[in-house]
């Protein structure tokens, strides 16, 4: 079966802090695809990035970088230098070898991110 | 920049009721879902399709949800009676074989059943 975990329910910062949002995944599948979503209060979700299982380089984009290990089924991801703006609910997800056939998304159960001024 | 469609946004409705809610996924993508959202169980897949054919439909009350493309351009997913349960936000999310990056997601359609 697979599984997405995020353990922190909630986090609060204060503006200009670093913060890192953990997830843990489960699967059998030797190829998945890991991706992470925000949601704002507005409520869309919003697509941030996707890595496939072959692919642990880390990757930054702005103040966004994520951490993929597979030795710990973990791929975490950090805002640098935290702005109110980033206030949301980030949803981490996990699709199996099927996700280039149209396989399905698994999401945790996501971390609200208050980031106070 | 291409997106999912909702409607409606907002639905209220009594119990008992039949609730339609549509979905005009992206132009090209042959991939649609529809999640339901809700703080008691968070997103939660309903039903599948590619090239309008389901593919999983495990996760919908069947007695009463039920998910159709009538063509590329239209998701439908019907709820029939509406129960205070069922009360959430559900989303329509589309993609495309093998694509660079995640599914797109709509704006949700908040259903409040009383």
């Known amino acids: 079966a697979q599984k997405v975990t995020q353990a922190q329910t909630e986090i609060s910062v204060v503006e200009k802090e670093d913060v890192t949002l953990d997830c843990v995944y489960e699967?059998?599948?030797?190829?998945?695809?890991l991706f992470w979503y925000k949601q704002p209060p507005s409520g869309e979700l919003v697509f941030l990035i996707r890595r496939n299982s072959f692919d642990e380089q880390n990757e930054i984009s702005g103040r966004y970088s994520w951490n993929f290990q597979k030795s710990t089924s973990s791929f975490n991801f950090t805002i640098t230098a935290s702005q109110v703006v980033d206030s949301a609910v980030y949803f981490c997800a996990l699709s199996g070898e099927a996700y280039n056939q149209g396989g399905k998304l698994i999401f945790g159960q996501g971390t609200e991110l208050s980031v106070k001024p | 920049d291409a997106r999912v469609t909702q409607t409606p946004r907002h639905k209220v409705t009594e119990m008992g009721q039949e609730v339609t809610m549509r979905c005009q996924p992206i132009l090209g993508h042959n991939t649609v879902f529809w999640y339901r959202q809700t703080m008691m169980q968070g997103l939660e897949l309903l039903a599948y399709f590619r090239n309008r054919a389901p593919l999983d439909d495990s996760g919908m009350p069947k007695d009463r949800f039920s998910a159709e493309m009538p063509d590329a351009t239209l998701a439908t997913l019907k709820i029939q009676p509406s129960e205070p349960r069922d009360s959430a936000v559900y989303f329509c999310a589309s993609g495309r074989d093998r694509q660079g990056h995640g599914y797109t997601f709509g704006s949700g359609t908040r259903l409040t059943v009383v």
């Open positions: 699967t059998r599948d030797t190829t998945y695809y």
